[in-house]
């Protein structure tokens, strides 16, 4: 700054004017840029997990499996409680927590992911200055040279900062015609402004985001989360608000919703995909009647926004799940595995690790 206002002096410019300029300008960038280090940082962060991470590298149907695969392997029933109740809170901080592990595992990567996206927008900045300035140097008979200098500065960084040319009116009209000189000028100013950024970037965390990476990584596996009234699976469909019936693959034991044979306080180990052939009957309050499952639709919403297909295959996933956590199911209903409710007999031979396997090959 010290060369910078001693050759001012020399070339006989306002040097009052190139300073106000440089100062309004950088301060307009400063907020901006921080802005778009960590809106792109959001997204690269996302983006690297999509990359480095199988849960995420496919469709949500992918993601479902290695969650079942977590819930195994960590054999905690409360877990699964949260699962099975709420899908789409349980999806969400899964992917919230493998974010956050990844990024704050003592590596400095959130550091690292903002530091490289600043040095990357820096790098953006620092060619739109010489960029502006190689187009406008050469207009000698242009007097709004600043104001054509602010055209194509802001119109270099449209895509990647959001500079509106529009606040930049108040210094449009500075009495500024060497226009190499504030460029220079610009340069020393941003390094500074770089130093000021990097400072603050140190202590940034999850919670300096504005949009959060969990946010932008989650929304590759939205769709439709409604759950099957019987079992409690979710569609498979990959539209939210999709036309048509909710469908999906598996169905499981009736027994994860708490489903009981009238008249006892035995639990339903059949799945829905078995119900609809068969000739039981339903019905989810007293006060309602009774619907026959081969005409399950008749029972109205939100059963008749399903599609249920016969099928008598069941997971051996749900199989090992229900035998490995009788009790906590038993208890948290309080009902039995009793009566036509028995766990037979195979599905308390299934390990975990063939539950697994299966679960992988589908
Ligand atoms: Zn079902
Ligand atoms: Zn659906």
């Known amino acids: 700054i010290e060369d910078f206002f001693q050759c001012f002096q020399i070339s006989c410019q306002g040097a009052t004017s190139i ?3 440089v100062v309004f300008l950088c301060d307009k960038i400063e907020p901006a840029l921080s802005r778009a280090v960590f809106e792109r940082t959001a997204r690269d962060i996302a983006e690297d997990m999509k ?8 469709n949500r149907a992918n993601l479902e499996v290695c969650i079942l695969r977590y819930l195994a392997e960590q054999e ?9 109740t709420s899908p789409k809170q349980f999806f969400q901080s899964y992917i919230e927590r493998r974010v956050k592990s990844h990024c704050l595992d003592g590596s400095s990567r959130l550091r690292m992911f903002l530091e490289s996206s600043l040095e990357s927008l820096y790098g953006n900045i620092l060619s739109a200055v010489s960029l502006s ?9 242009r007097e709004d040279k600043i104001s054509l200098w602010l055209d194509e500065f802001c119109g270099e960084l449209a895509e990647v900062i959001n500079l509106p040319r529009s606040e930049l009116k108040g210094i449009e009209h500075q009495e500024v015609t060497d226009i190499e000189f504030l460029s220079s000028a610009m340069a020393k100013s941003l390094i500074d402004l770089r130093d000021r950024l990097i ?16 946010t932008i990584l989650a929304e590759h596996f939205s769709g439709c989360w409604q759950q099957c009234p019987f079992c409690g699976a979710v569609c498979t469909n990959t539209m939210q608000n999709h036309d048509g019936d909710h469908q999906l693959v598996f169905h499981r034991p009736q027994a994860l919703t708490g489903f009981k044979w009238y008249g006892t306080d035995h639990f339903v180990i059949d799945i829905c995909s078995s119900s609809v052939a068969s000739d039981c009957s339903f019905r989810f ?4 009647p009774w619907t026959p499952y081969r005409t399950y639709r008749n029972a109205g919403p939100p059963v008749s926004t399903w599609r ?4 008598s295959s069941m997971q051996a996933y749900w199989k090992w799940f229900v035998s490995h956590f009788r009790t906590q ?34």
Request: hydrophobic content about 30%; charged content about 30%; glycine content about 2%.
């Open 19 to 21: 300073t106000t300029f």
């Open 51 to 58: 990359n480095k991470f199988p849960d995420f590298k496919s």
């Open 76 to 84: 905690n029933f409360e877990y699964f409680k949260q699962y099975l």
């Open 133 to 141: 300035t190689q187009i406008v140097k050469d207009k000698k008979d």
């Open 199 to 214: 400072k603050e970037l140190a202590d940034a965390d999850m919670s300096s985001f504005s949009r959060q990476p969990h």
């Open 285 to 288: 309050h007293d006060y309602q």
């Open 308 to 311: 249920i297909l016969p099928d």
């Open 329 to 362: 199911l038993e208890a948290l209903y309080s009902q039995k595995f009793q009566g036509k409710g028995e766990i037979p007999y195979a599905w308390h031979r299934i390990t975990k690790q063939e539950a697994l396997s299966e679960l992988e090959r589908c």
